[in-house]
């Protein structure tokens, strides 16, 4: 792996962000309005619920977590749609990057858009609701790289998709995340979903990163299995993403699709 | 004894039911400025994706180099470079930004200079914090061009290179191509549908008709083999034989 090749991808998204306003506003817009609407929800909910009414902003702290993998996950995939969108795909795959080059620039890269959106965004719930994500003490660390991981396999998957399939694929690039929201049980307890319903969401590492944020938030009780079950269900799903990639990229290579994505 | 820089060796490509590249074999000299000729669909630009490594080939192998590029892909790509109107360089980026994010993908020593220097020869120096979608098409061509030289590669194709240009500019991209060649050595392969550029720039044509090369040679060997006045005249025959207009 060579650093100037990862360096290279990344100043190339540097550039397209630095040079432009719509694009600031578009990553800080949307962030910040979701944390004003959940905040004066949350608000509600504290005054109203028997459940949240002495852990103000429960609901709020699991909106900024949900927007930070909401977040990382849209911006591996914007990075790729990018390409697309400006017809330079091809250029990319002559020029002599490795997968893996092109999948750490674009992860390191996706890291950097998160943050300008989600860290205004979280700064505004402290002082206007009284939220911090600190609250959540050193778990907070854990919690957040198991969401960004898990964003960025989802990115990954959806990427493969571009590849495998072309442009066409781009509505599943905003709809991956609205798909798996009702299963990852983020502004309820598991238990709320049928039975049935309980076995699938379980295979997602969404479940035991909320239930956890809920357990802290709730029982000032850091519970490591569910942080460690997120984990190892993020390595496997992260596993599968690249492996997938890989073969999405091998496919694309095939069906002749690398010479002509965009058009 | 001549060094082979490109060696195609049966080379196949087939799409579902469509076999885009029946059986090519060809090589070419390091050095030598080929021409690939041959209607639209003929299998150039899926023969280019093979060399590129952009295309998996459904059999046959392509050596740059005396390597392979199924399994040299990444070192191979490091000399080598494309350009093709149909591909474009981001346009919200400046040309000199886009020509330093390449310059690293490709870790040019002395890009400063590098930069300096192409955009010089190419008389883009005054447009260089323009953004690339801003451009006029003979200036993105000319910024496309710039891309493809920057990392000086020893081998450099070329899709129509001068394709929407008017005759000037055309003339000019041209006298860039030829300079790059004969100050450097290096293996150019152009793909084109203009035959004056192609006579006045080839060593050697190749013509592709239906995924297959049909003939090759120097552009007068062919002129004088199918009794033509010139290199157009023989490419229509060629297309038009069987009475087929592609």
Known sequence: MKFHRIYALYLRHFYLIKSSLPRWLDLIYWPTIQIILWGFISKFFTMHSDF???????????????????????????????????????????????????????????????????????????????????????????????????????????????????????????????????????????????????????????????????????????????????????????????????????????????????? | MNEIAIKINNLNKKYKNTLAVKNINFQINKGMIIGLLGPNGCGKSTTIGMMLGLIKPTSGSVFINNKDIETNRTDLLQKMNFVSPYIELPKKLTIEENLEVYGRIYGVKNLKDKIFELMEKLNLTEFKKRKTGELSSGQKNRVSLAKALINDPEILLLDEPTASLDPDVGDYVRSIIEDFSSNNKKTILIASHNMIEVERLCDEVMMMKKGEIIDMGKSKDLISKHGRKNLEEVFLKIVRENNEVS
């Not at chain 1, 997968?99 to 998160?114: M, P, W, Y």
């Not at chain 1, 002082?127 to 609250?135: E, Q």
């Not at chain 1, 990115?155 to 590849?163: D, H």
């Not at chain 1, 609205?178 to 309820?188: M, S, V």
């Open chain 1, 52 to 263: 949240y009414n002495n852990t103000a902003g429960i609901i709020l702290s699991a909106a900024i977590l949900y927007d930070f993998l909401f977040r990382s996950s849209i911006s591996f995939n914007m990075l790729f749609l990018e390409e697309i969108w400006s017809r330079n795909f091809t250029n990319l795959f002559i020029a002599p990057f490795k997968i893996s080059e092109i999948i750490v620039a674009l992860t390191a890269t996706a890291l950097i858009r998160t943050l300008i959106g989600i860290v205004p965004a979280v700064l505004l719930a402290s002082p206007f609701f009284g939220v911090s994500l600190l609250n959540l003490g050193p778990a907070l660390i854990l919690l957040l790289f198991s969401l960004y991981a898990f964003g960025i396999t989802l990115g990954l998957f959806v990427v493969s998709g571009l590849l495998r399939y072309g442009p066409a694929f781009e509505n599943v690039a905003w709809s991956s995340l609205f798909l798996l929201a009702p299963l990852g049980c983020i502004y309820y307890p598991l238990t709320i979903l049928p039975d049935w319903l309980q076995i699938i969401a379980k295979a997602l590492p969404l479940v035991y990163i909320f239930e956890e944020v809920r357990s802290i938030l709730l029982n000032n009780v850091v519970n490591y299995y569910n942080i460690m079950s997120a984990l190892i269900l993020n390595l496997i799903y992260f596993t599968l993403a690249i492996f997938v990639f890989y073969s999405a990229f091998q496919e694309a290579r095939k069906n002749g699709t690398l010479i002509n994505v965009g058009e």
